[in-house]
């Protein structure tokens, strides 16, 4: 339980629950120690730097690595390989894996039949995903002669396939222009409104922010915050205040001083301050500011952005440290 | 089950490469069967009086021997020389009548299957190919949370293969018929048939030969998962063979010695004696000529029990893939 953040904000039942979940590799300990729950629908983002623990974490989940200690379950169900659940679970893990000799429907087609799809299912289910992700164009194409975009889109359908209870996506717009990185994207929240969970594990944290309600950060194998995304990025919330005249900050600052010793001050330049107070004070200090005839030109709500929240949880491991280094 | 070897039927009907080693097997086994025909069909070349002659006077030499002792012993080994050469010639005619029967319809499909081991390393090419496939692209990652049970999504290749090899059976049974009709069409010289086939035999030679194949592509099963790869198998297959039969004729398991008879326990060892003592049986020419009259096994074990020996290795093989594709961690 050291270091991890078990959400339990959740309402309903969570789709995945992880407990004590351990994996080493030799010697290496790629997942130490996570209690984590997952709750139906929304899209929950993964973060962490590299060798954070992510696809580890990710590829247990899928079942295809079995975990040292611990236990994962899905729907209430426990995974490990080969569980039965797993039938309900869509992925699409690091590069796609597809049948580069078949076409996009036959590709398709396999993993329908694999997931005992009928054929009347499959007639409907396969041009609808094709066109879902923009191939549908190309539907009689090999995969083989597709561009890296239009593999990491087939993957897709075949992760989004037979209407999955869960999906897991490792880095779903690798290799995609723009377009495609929108297309991506909007696919993923349309899918997360129709009430499919899903984890999005993702290095571009702007991605991170504009799609996922919930959001876990890993670092060493273990969880370093996890829950509603506005709550981690409400971490180190404050109040920006800016006056016309140096010496209004000045009177401010004492003022706040006096008043209210449990906030936090710092002077941003100056004729500016930031109040380590919560969103919902905003108007006690205006109120408070007014009433010494102290009146800001702007108060406004400093939140840090993921990146910053990333960062702070992350930057003295190893990977992330050398990244800063030579950036 | 089903729906994942109708999968499998969607995954491999446009495999070009499982196309072109079951159109390579095919032809070699033509190749090998026509080939086979040609040298059992073309008589020895027959010396002219006048080249026997010749060669012995370049290569005779009499000393102080006059002239018409010259002629004399000249006209002995002349004579001698193609006398032998006529005896060679009966022998080979006598032996032809049996020989050629290896071409009529009864014996062609055992002909064929005896004529090399084209569909036993063509199972294994297609073995490690389906299994390796999966590592090599990393859909095992996709098939195996598709289809969720590892042992059903196992069980399922070994049928797929098992069928693959099954009609690889048929493929070139028919081609032994096809080639020994092409063979009556075009009026080729062929004798008249007088080894019958023993059916109920020949349908065990048949069966053997299954088995043998099956634990082939057990093995290559087996190694493919172990080694998540489809390349190196082909070669440690051919290893492993060549170790067998080394192994076998070591001393120490001569008889007599401490280890008289332990390789029997060996896969091709048991593979070769349930083949070959099935094939006497069934009458099949080629198998018999193909084995020739040395290396007798010491068959010290019934036949079933060899069969047992080599299921045996077959079910070893299935349980090391299956255990292997249940414990491991999918890492591609």
Known sequence: ?327 | MKALLQADWIRYRRRLDLWVIVIGMLLFSTIGFLSGYHRDVTDPEQMTEAQVRQMVVDTSFFEGATQEEIDAQTEQLVHDWLDSQEQDRIRWDEEQKTTLQQYDLAQAPLTILGSGFGPLIAAFLIATLIVGDEFRHGTIRTALLAASHRRRFLAARLVTIGTITAGLFALVIALGWLLSLGLHAVGAELAPPTELVDAGAAFGLVGAEVLAVLAAVGLGVAMTVLLRSGAFPLLLGIVYAFVELFLANLPIFAPREPLAGFQQVFLTYEVQRLVRTLAESSNAIAFRQGFGENGEPLGLLPLWAAAAIVAAWLGLFVAIADRRVRRMDIVE
């Open chain 1, 1 to 327: 339980m050291e270091g991890a953040t078990i959400d339990r904000t959740v309402a309903s039942a969570p789709v995945v629950e992880m407990r004590g979940l351990v994996k080493h590799f030799a010697e290496a300990r790629a997942v130490d120690g996570i209690d984590l729950d997952i709750p139906a629908g929304g899209v929950y983002g993964l973060l962490g730097p590299n060798g954070a623990g992510k696809t580890t974490t990710i590829r247990i989940l899928a079942g295809l690595l079995w975990p040292t200690r611990g236990a994962v379950r899905v729907l209430g169900e426990p995974v490990e390989p080969g569980a039965r659940v797993l039938g309900r679970v869509g992925c699409l893990i690091e590069r796609p894996a597809l049948y580069p000799w078949l076409s996009a429907t036959d590709n398709l087609r396999v993993f329908a039949t694999m997931r005992g799809m009928s054929p009347a299912e499959q007639a409907r289910a396969v041009p609808a995903a094709l066109d879902r992700v923009g191939l549908a164009a190309v539907a009689r194409r090999k995969a083989g002669g597709f561009s890296t975009g239009m593999r990491q889109r087939l993957a897709l359908a075949v992760a989004f396939l037979g209407g999955p209870v869960l999906v897991i996506l490792d880095e779903p717009t690798n290799g995609l222009d723009p377009n495609g990185v929108v297309d991506v994207r909007r696919l993923i929240k349309a899918l997360a409104g129709e009430g499919t969970t899903i984890i999005l594990s993702s290095h571009v944290l702007p991605e991170v922010e504009q799609l996922c309600d919930r959001i876990a950060i890993m670092r060493d194998g273990r969880i370093a915050a996890a829950g509603p995304a506005r709550d981690v990025l409400g971490t180190g919330e404050r109040l920006f205040v800016r006056f016309d005249a140096p010496a209004q900050a000045a009177a401010a600052y004492r003022l706040l001083g006096e008043r209210r010793p449990s906030w936090p001050l710092e002077r941003a330049g100056d004729a500016a301050l930031l109040v380590e107070a919560a969103a919902t004070d905003a108007s006690g200090l205006n109120r408070l500011l007014g009433e010494a005839s102290i009146f800001p030109a702007e108060l406004g709500i400093r939140r840090p952005s993921l990146e910053d929240v990333f960062r702070e949880l992350t930057l003295d491991q190893p990977d992330v440290a050398a990244a800063e280094l030579a950036s």
